[in-house]
C-alpha cells in the first residue's frame, strides 16, 4: 500500500473517532456513533494488517489473537449487567493499559521494525516516549486493577491509608524519574523493567487510599491516562491516528474528572490524596438519638398517588439494591394516577459518570424523564414528594447551608424544598462522609426503613 | 523519519486533537456520560496498531512478536467489548411516544 494511502486511510479513521464521540450528544445520534466508531476502528486495523512486513508469514496468528480476543470482549460485554458497568469499565481500563505497556516493551525489543532506531542506537526522543508510554501504561493497569477490586467488592470500600503513605509516593515517584533519565542517557533493558516495577506500585499505592464513593474521579481519571498512554505509544510509532485518539479519550478523562469533583465540590489534589470516602469513616460527629418519622409502603403510596408532581432521586442504593426496574414501574403506576413523574440526577450519583442514567434506561425510562442538576433543581419548590432512593449525602442541606459541615459547597439537590421528602433508606446509618443529614429529622420528612427494591415493590402494591 | 520536523508536526498534531477533545466531550449530554466511558476505553484501544505491527514484523517467533500477539488479545477484548457494551447501552435509551 502506498504510503500517502495508508496516512489518509488513518486519518479517516482519526475523523470518524471523532465523529462517535460527537454522537454522544444525543442519544438520537449517539447509536450513528457509534457506529462510525466501530467503522474508524475496522479501517485502522485493516490498514495496518495490509502494511505488515511479513504479511503472508504472520496473518494466521494475527487473525487467531484478534478472534480470542474478540470472542472474550463480546462475551463479557453480552454477559454483563448494567449494575456491574462501574467495574467492567475499570477493567477494561487496565487492559488499555497493560497493552500499551506491551507495545512499549515489544517496540524496545524490536526497534528496527517500528523504525525508532539507526544503527542499532535507540532514537533520544523515543528514549522519553518508550519510557513515558510504559510509566502511564503501567500505572494505569495496576490502578484500575485496584479501582476493579474495589468496585467488585474483592477489597474494602474504605481508604486504606497508613503512615508514610505519601513519603513513600513521592519517594517512589522520584525513583521512577531518575530511572527514566538513566534509561534515556543509556537505554538498557534492565532499566526499563524497573521503571515498571516501580510504576506498577505506584499504581496500587495510588489508588488504595481513595474511598469507595469517589470511585467516579478515580475511574474518570483512569480513563484519562489510558488516552494518554495510547498518545505515547503514538509518538513512538509515528502514528498520528493513534495520537488523535489518545488525545481525544486523555481529554474526555480529564473533562469527566473535572465535572465530578465539581460535583463534590473537591479538588482532584484532594481526591488524590485520599483518605475520604469510606462507607464508615467518622467525621467527629457526635451520634444524638433524633427523633425521626417512620412511615409504611402503604403511606408512602397514599401520598404519592395523591400527589400532584413527584421528583424521584436515585443514588447508588437503588444500584446496589437493583431496584431500577421496580421503580419505573412504580413510576408507571404513578403517571396511571395522574401524577407528574421526573427523574433527578446528582453528577455523582453511584460509582461512574452517568452510572444512574444507564440503569435507568436499562429500566425503559423515557430519557426525556430524566433531568441533570441544574435542569431540576427549581423544580423541587412546586413538588409535592421529593422520593428518595439509595442518595444521601447529595441531598445533604448542610452542603449549602452549614459552613462547618465537611461537605459544605457540595451542590446539593434542593429535596427539602419539597412539600414531603420520602427518604428509602436501609437503616439510620449516616452516608459515604459520616455526615449526619438533618433531612432526616425534618418534619415534613418521612424515613422509609427498608431494602430500596422491596421498599418500591410494596409500594407499588399499596397503590389503589 | 525520526527527525525534528516530524516530531514537531506530531505535537501539533497532539495538541490540536487536545482541543478538538475538549470541545467535543463537552458537547456531550450527561445522560451519556458512562457509553461515553465505554466507547472511549474501545477507541484508545487503537493501539492494537502498534500490537499488529510488533506482531506482524517479521516470520521469527522472538520477544517482540509475543508481546505483540498478547496486545493484540488484550486490545482485542477491549475493542469488541467496549463497543458492544455502548451498543448495548446506547440501544436502551429511549423515548417513548406520550
Known amino acids: 500500500m502506498p504510503v500517502q494511502l495508508t496516512a489518509i486511510l488513518y486519518l479517516v479513521s482519526s475523523v470518524l473517532f471523532i465523529l462517535a464521540l460527537r454522537g454522544l450528544s444525543s442519544p438520537a445520534s449517539s447509536r450513528t456513533g457509534n457506529i462510525f466508531g466501530i467503522t474508524g476502528m475496522v479501517i485502522a486495523v485493516v490498514t495496518t494488517i495490509a502494511n505488515l512486513q511479513a504479511f503472508t508469514e504472520t496473518i494466521v496468528w494475527v487473525v487467531i489473537a484478534l478472534a480470542i480476543g474478540g470472542a472474550i470482549g463480546t462475551l463479557l460485554a453480552r454477559r454483563i449487567q448494567m449494575t456491574a458497568m462501574p467495574q467492567l469499565v475499570a477493567a477494561m481500563h487496565s487492559l488499555v493499559g497493560l497493552a500499551a505497556v506491551l507495545v512499549a516493551a515489544a517496540a524496545f525489543y524490536d526497534q528496527e521494525a517500528f523504525g525508532i532506531a539507526t544503527n542499532g542506537e535507540l532514537h533520544f526522543a523515543s528514549r522519553i516516549e518508550m519510557s513515558l508510554g510504559i510509566v502511564i501504561g503501567i500505572i494505569t493497569f495496576s490502578g484500575s486493577l485496584v479501582a476493579f477490586a474495589k468496585l467488585q467488592g474483592l477489597v474494602s470500600g474504605n481508604p486504606l491509608v497508613f503512615k508514610g503513605q505519601h513519603i513513600l509516593n513521592a519517594a517512589l515517584g522520584l525513583g521512577i524519574v531518575a530511572l527514566i533519565v538513566a534509561f534515556c542517557i543509556d537505554p538498557r533493558q534492565e532499566l526499563l523493567w524497573a521503571v515498571t516495577l516501580l510504576a506498577f506500585i505506584v499504581g496500587f499505592l495510588v489508588i488504595l487510599p481513595i474511598g469507595g464513593a469517589d470511585m467516579p474521579v478515580v475511574v474518570s481519571m483512569l480513563n484519562s491516562y489510558s488516552g494518554w498512554a495510547a498518545a505515547g505509544i503514538g509518538f513512538t510509532l509515528l502514528n498520528p491516528a493513534l495520537i488523535v485518539t489518545g488525545a481525544l479519550v486523555g481529554s474526555s478523562g480529564a473533562i469527566l474528572s473535572y465535572i465530578m469533583c465539581k460535583g463534590m465540590n473537591r479538588s482532584l489534589f484532594n481526591v488524590i490524596l485520599g483518605g475520604f470516602g469510606g462507607e464508615t469513616v467518622v467525621a467527629g460527629g457526635l451520634k444524638v438519638d433524633r427523633p425521626f418519622k417512620a412511615g409504611s409502603a402503604d403511606d408512602a403510596a397514599f401520598i404519592m398517588q395523591n400527589a400532584g408532581k413527584v421528583i424521584i432521586v436515585p443514588g447508588y442504593g437503588m444500584a446496589v439494591s437493583q431496584a431500577q426496574h421496580a421503580l419505573r414501574e412504580m413510576g408507571d403506576k404513578l403517571k396511571e394516577h395522574g401524577v407528574e413523574v421526573k427523574y433527578a440526577i446528582h453528577p455523582v450519583a453511584g460509582r461512574m459518570p452517568g452510572h444512574m442514567n444507564v440503569l435507568l434506561a436499562e429500566a425503559n425510562v423515557s430519557y426525556d424523564e430524566v433531568f441533570e442538576l441544574e435542569q431540576i433543581n427549581s423544580d423541587f419548590q412546586t413538588a409535592d414528594v421529593a422520593f428518595v432512593i439509595g442518595a444521601n449525602d447529595v441531598t445533604n442541606p448542610a452542603a449549602r447551608d452549614d459552613p462547618k459541615s465537611p461537605i459544605y459547597g457540595m451542590p446539593i439537590l434542593d429535596v427539602d424544598k419539597a412539600k414531603t421528602v420520602l427518604f428509602v433508606k436501609r437503616s439510620m446509618a449516616s452516608g459515604y462522609a459520616g455526615i449526619d443529614n438533618d433531612l432526616f429529622y425534618k418534619d415534613n420528612t418521612m424515613m422509609l426503613l427498608a431494602d430500596a427494591k422491596k421498599m418500591v415493590e410494596d409500594i407499588v402494591k399499596g397503590f389503589h | ?98
Open chain 2, 1 to 98: 523519519m525520526h527527525d525534528i520536523y516530524s516530531f514537531v508536526s506530531l505535537l501539533t498534531v497532539f495538541v490540536m486533537a487536545c482541543f478538538v477533545g475538549y470541545y467535543v466531550v463537552w458537547s456531550v449530554t450527561p445522560a451519556l456520560h458512562t457509553p461515553l466511558m465505554s466507547v472511549t476505553n474501545a477507541i484508545s484501544s487503537v493501539i492494537i496498531v502498534g500490537a499488529l505491527i510488533a506482531a506482524g514484523a517479521s516470520a521469527r517467533f522472538d520477544a517482540s512478536k509475543l508481546y505483540g500477539l498478547a496486545a493484540i488479545v488484550l486490545a482485542a477484548i477491549n475493542i469488541f467489548g467496549g463497543f458492544v457494551v455502548t451498543a448495548r447501552m446506547l440501544a436502551m435509551y429511549k423515548k417513548k411516544a406520550k
